[in-house]
């Protein structure tokens, strides 16, 4: 399932987390968490959780990520649309990250293997 882009920022972490745990191949052996601060129409601080070959998203402070992504929710959804790279967000201030910019990078080849 596409996920739309939408005003329910938690019913796209709930088909987010589903579809990561239904096919969770690309998953297998990570144990890394990702925090991502959004801001815009819709604001929340979720963290992606990678372990035990399963993924979890919570709602919470993202403080204690290894990695924390800084982005409009707008810059969100094109993200996880596969029209929005890492890179090209980066290097053009549309994302800041706080952590290894290489686990960013990582968590983009993962995205690009689901449909969102």
């Not at 596409?2 to 579809?19: G, M």
């Not at 601060?37 to 290894?66: C, I, M, P």
Request: hydrophobic share 40%; glycine share 6%.
């Amino acid at each position: 399932m596409v996920i739309e882009y939408e005003k329910d920022l938690q019913h796209t972490w709930d088909e987010i987390e589903r579809q990561l745990n239904d096919d969770s191949a690309p998953i297998q052996g990570l144990n890394v968490s990702y925090g991502f601060n959004l801001s815009g129409d819709e604001t929340g601080k979720y963290v992606l959780v990678f372990a035990d070959n399963q993924a979890s998203v919570t709602a919470k402070e993202t403080d204690e990520a290894d990695c924390m992504l800084t982005m409009k929710v707008d810059d969100f959804y094109k993200l996880l649309a596969g029209k929005l790279n890492t890179t090209t967000a980066f290097m053009m201030g549309k994302l800041k990250v706080k952590g290894s910019l290489g686990l960013a990078l990582k968590l983009e080849n993962i995205l690009t293997q689901y449909r969102f």
